[in-house]
């Protein structure tokens, strides 16, 4: 059994997986089109737009689809463990433009580096270096 995350988009999903496929180290899996689907729901303008994709960042499966009325995420966040502070940072600092900060990126009681907030493309992020275990 695995669980996986699917997110649904307002029109920028091949945008938002392009872009974590570049600066994430994702590997775009699959990408389908509305109009690839014989019996399409969805406006004549949409056609082009995500029917499914899917990318693997990190050995975990994000899926996602763009759909007309998808509100952005709320009360839900994709958890991104980072391996040094630096990488926790890089990516922050990549995420954070043109998005919005939820709580910035700071040294916490469970984390060297944690950080809430929501991207460009609406997905909300938690980003976390944890300390070294004994």
Known sequence: MRLDAYLNYRGNCEQAFHFYQQHLGGRLAMLTRHKDQPQSRVPDDWQDKVLHARIEI?????????????????????????????????????????????????????????????????????????????
């Open 58 to 134: 990190g050995g975990t499966v994000l899926m996602g689809a763009d759909m007309p009325q998808a509100e952005p995420m709320r009360s839900a966040y994709l958890t991104l463990t980072l391996d040094t502070e630096e990488e926790a940072e890089r990516v922050y600092a990549l995420l954070i433009d043109g998005g919005e900060v939820f709580m910035k990126m700071e040294k916490t009681p469970w984390a060297n580096r944690f950080a809430m907030l929501r991207d460009q493309f609406g997905t909300s992020w938690m980003l976390l270096h944890e300390p070294e275990r004994a």
